[in-house]
């Protein structure tokens, strides 16, 4: 590998990390090497310093480009294709979530949707059906939910997430107002 120590950290880690969220080593070190590189980069420059065959960076950045990870530009006077990863942490991160949300999400949904729309034969399948029903409600709700924290502007998110803890404190105070006790007092009771 052809990187500063430091670089190559980030790019190693990237690749060890990729395989644990779905992805093969390659792809994520192309990407962790885009993600921190100040210039767009060529396919060639990609291999040269990752040390990796031509044909690994080009199914990589094809599988990157499906997920809306890197984008394709082209210089005044150079034939080459160059590849960056988005600038915005924001950007990103919401990308990688709708693409989850379209690959994983969205498919399970459907499932359950046709699962609810089933006459359960015996109490063994009413019962499988109710948890199906819960984890469909769950899903859906976290689905809707995350379809209105995308509206927001990174700098709400950034708000929103610096609340940390204090959300939960809040949460509980309005609870409290209205008179239903915290989920831990529930429990104890």
């Known amino acids: 590998m052809d990187?500063?120590?430091?670089s190559q950290s980030f790019v190693l880690h990237f690749g060890e990390m990729g395989s644990r969220w779905g992805i093969n080593r390659t792809v994520g070190q192309?990407?962790?090497l885009l993600f921190i590189s100040a210039q767009p980069l060529t396919a060639d420059q990609i291999t040269d310093r990752l040390g990796v065959s031509r044909s690994n960076v080009s199914m990589g950045l094809k599988e990157l480009s499906s997920?809306?990870?890197v984008r394709l530009s082209?210089?005044?006077g150079d034939r080459h294709d160059f590849y960056s990863a988005p600038e915005d942490v924001w950007a990103i991160f919401k990308t990688l979530a709708e693409e989850?949300?379209?690959r994983?999400?969205?498919?399970t949904l459907s499932m359950l949707r046709d699962a609810l729309l089933e006459a359960p034969d015996s109490p063994e399948e009413r019962h499988a059906q109710a948890r199906m029903r819960e984890m469909h409600d769950l899903i859906d709700q976290l689905t809707e939910w995350f379809a209105e924290v995308r509206k927001l502007s990174p700098s709400t998110l950034e708000k929103l997430m610096s609340l940390g803890a204090k959300a939960t404190i809040l949460l509980q105070f309005t609870d409290r107002m209205r008179g239903v006790a915290p989920a831990n007092e529930e429990k104890a009771s």
Do not use: G, K
């Open 100 to 102: 989850r949300q379209r």
């Open 3 to 6: 990187l500063p120590p430091l």
């Open 74 to 76: 082209h210089q005044p």
């Open 30 to 32: 192309i990407y962790a």
């Open 104 to 107: 994983e999400v969205d498919p």
């Open 67 to 69: 997920w809306r990870l």
